[in-house]
């Protein structure tokens, strides 16, 4: 797994990758990757409080991507939950406290748990892979 511009990362219909982009504020942000039906690549990505993208590949701002090595069932699980939150659109508050946002999606459906106060880019990427058991940054909290 090597990182590679955003613009041209290479995925198969069970595949997702995790890219990075400069923010507007000089930071960094995430999304996820992912091949919709049809061989067509896309960006899901959280903005700021209530605002979701899901956009086109190539994508409009420069950035990295690293596929994620996925068992092949595990992948066809995981593209399935990122499809359809990529749909639903869900509006979903900003918020800092990822402790309390821990299980904020349950399969493709936000449900922010009680005194969660919503996700940022990274924690929205942790919780929708973690709908799918991927755990990327495993916790014991």
Not at 44 to 58: A, K
Not at 107 to 115: A, D, L, N, R
């Amino acid at each position: 797994m090597a990182f590679g511009n955003v613009n041209n990362v290479a995925l198969s219909e069970h595949e997702i990758a995790i890219a990075l982009f400069h923010s507007d504020l000089g930071g960094g942000h995430l999304g996820i990757i992912f091949n919709e039906k049809g061989n067509e690549l896309k960006v899901m990505e959280l903005g700021w409080h209530h605002t979701f993208y899901v956009s086109d590949i190539p994508h409009r701002k420069c950035g990295i991507a690293i596929p994620l090595a996925l068992p092949p069932k595990a992948g066809k699980s995981v593209v399935a939950v990122v499809r359809a939150i990529s749909r639903k659109k869900p509006k979903i508050s900003y918020g800092i406290d990822f402790i309390a946002s821990k299980g904020s999606f349950v399969g493709s459906v936000y449900s922010p748990p009680k005194g969660s106060d919503g996700l940022t880019c990274s924690s929205f990427v942790l919780e929708v892979l973690r709908s799918a058991a991927v755990l990327l940054a495993p916790m014991s909290i």
